[in-house]
């Protein structure tokens, strides 16, 4: 039985993958997935977001280790949760079996601009710090990561952000840990699979791209999801992952 671990993104927990996680274990009927909220998001909410990432590693492990949930893991992780995989598994390389990230960026190998397309800055900065309405808030995230309009998702987002809150200053903490994190410039020992979208309007695709380039690893690309693939087409990132991980290496 092999261990997935499910990390999310900026603000989000691990409620808001949804149907994917349906999609995934349809594909692969005999893994087992867990899914984990950072610390100030989802069911951790009432706790400080850490503002390193390597901080928010640690508390990944502790929550597994009080799961009863050993190692090898294999990690699936998008935006700042990939981040996340990414020092996991630099900083205890024998704890992770595999990982795909999906649309992440990191320094030193993309530049701020690409990082976080700069049409969003002041639109995220207006979201933390006014307050917005959940609908508000849910609505304008959903514009941002999804190409495919999925209305239907946004009662249930909606629920979610009522019924745990994410705090401007953890939101913030969140984005603090995001911009100072740096990968590093030596490949990985762990297989890795880059998923991007070339229609994110969140990240640059040119992310994974060079990424892809400097760590010589596999990358797929959806030709017009949104920067949530796994919610614009769950399936394509299960089957993706599933021909990955089975083709001879």
């Known amino acids: 039985m092999t261990s997935w671990i499910f990390l999310r993104g900026l603000t989000r927990e691990g409620r808001h993958w949804g149907d994917f996680v349906g999609q995934f274990q349809q594909a692969w009927p005999h893994q087992t997935v867990v899914t984990l909220d950072l610390a100030g ?8 977001s850490a503002c390193r990432v390597e ?3 640690a508390d990944c492990r502790q ?6 949930s050993e190692p090898p893991y ?7 949760g990939a981040m996340v995989a990414v020092a996991w598994a630099e900083l205890h390389p024998r704890e992770i079996a ?5 649309n992440t960026s990191v320094r030193p190998f993309s530049p701020f601009y690409q990082r976080l397309r700069p049409a969003n800055y002041v639109q995220l900065l207006r979201l933390i710090l006014s307050g917005a ?18 209305e239907a998702v946004l009662p249930h987002w909606v629920t ?14 969140q984005l603090l840990a995001a911009a100072r994190f740096r990968a590093p410039a030596k490949p990985p020992v762990t297989p890795t699979l880059l998923l991007a979208s070339a229609q994110d309007h969140l990240v640059s695709v040119d992310c994974s791209e060079a990424l892809s380039r400097h760590w010589h690893c596999a990358l797929r ?3 017009d999801a949104g920067h949530d693939i796994p919610l614009d087409d769950g399936p394509w990132v299960a089957r993706q992952v599933r021909e990955w991980f089975l083709a001879p290496r």
């Not at 595999?98 to 999906?102: C, P």
């Not at 959940?134 to 999804?146: D, G, H, K, M, V």
């Not at 979610?160 to 903490?173: E, F, I, K, M």
């Open 41 to 48: 998001n989802g069911q951790l909410n009432h706790r400080n």
């Open 55 to 57: 901080d928010m590693v």
């Open 63 to 68: 929550q597994l280790a009080l799961r009863h």
């Open 74 to 80: 294999h990690l699936l992780a998008m935006s700042l």
């Open 98 to 102: 595999a990982q795909v990230l999906i």
């Open 133 to 150: 309405a959940p609908e508000a808030w849910e609505r304008a995230i959903l514009q941002l990561t999804s190409n495919r309009g999925n």
């Open 160 to 173: 979610l952000r009522r019924a745990n809150p994410v705090s401007a200053p953890n939101a913030l903490r």
């Open 221 to 223: 690309v959806h030709p």
